[in-house]
């Protein structure tokens, strides 16, 4: 499909032609924390662009001071998580022509090695096309956040990060083949391109990471996680999101239904629409009702209603969400 995926390269290749890709918005301590830690391992900023969903709490003069090496892009407005991503990808593309994308969460930090052992599965098998770290949680020492991930049960209407919440004592190792969901994988830059990138249909947030590693599943191709590779992830802030209220589980439900259209069985579609979704469903209900977040079956039904039309059509990327067609200012 691609040469990145088709043949294999050397190590040093692939480290050499790896760049960081790191989107924020009003978050410039972690994004500082963050660089902080890419420099303290060992690796050059100047292969890290850092694309500003339109911040206004100083990430700009931060970024440019601090980090003159870094190519740095002010957007004036939030385009989204999946739409930011790909504008980021574009500016790397353009500005330092990777061979590989290392998709990084800016509230994340990096570990001494983790770039070397996140490049190795590249240099040692043809499909290869993706890499994910271990991540583990930032001010939970020795507690996971995912150690491979994600398992999905499209019949349950359920999805969780591998290891969530257990304690690291070595039970996930073992590098093996996974489901990566964004957060910090590496992926062939060739491969990112021809697949589309990320699908503006997700923003302004939530699954547009799972959707692409199904895409590239799909289409044949490797990912592995890799648990030498180790980063930290501050989850405070994104758990802090669930109680977002109506809005929130309205995006939410309806990610999760153009995800079950797209990449869902038969067999795994009418299991959940005869139980296991509704079961769902009405779990994320009780549980938010229990916050006194009544506004919740407001969510659920605004997003289940939301997807005639546009979200039910066949093929797994709208035209709109295409990377070549995306603008970097």
Known sequence: ???AAGSSASLQDVQAGAAFVILTWNQRESTRRCLE???GAGYSLARVVVWDNGSSDGTDRMVLADFPAVTYHHHP???GVASGRNSAALLAMRALAPTHLLFLDNDMVVTEGFLEALCEPFATEPRQAQAVAKIRLLGAPGHLHSAGGQSVSFALGIKRGTGYGERDTGQYDRRRECLPSGGATLVAADVFMQLDGFDAQFDPFGMEDLDFSLRVRRAGLQAT???EAVVYHDYRRKTAER?????WIATRTRHWMVLLHRHASVAERVAF???GGLVGLARVLVMQLSRGNPAALRGLATGVTSLAGESL???PVQEHSRVAGLETD
Not at 243 to 247: R, V, Y
């Open 1 to 3: 499909m691609n040469e």
């Open 37 to 39: 830690s890419i420099a």
């Open 77 to 79: 407005t939030n385009q």
């Open 225 to 227: 996680y890799v648990p």
């Open 243 to 247: 109680d977002g209220g109506a809005s």
């Open 273 to 275: 629409f005869l139980g």
């Open 313 to 315: 059509r066949p093929g």
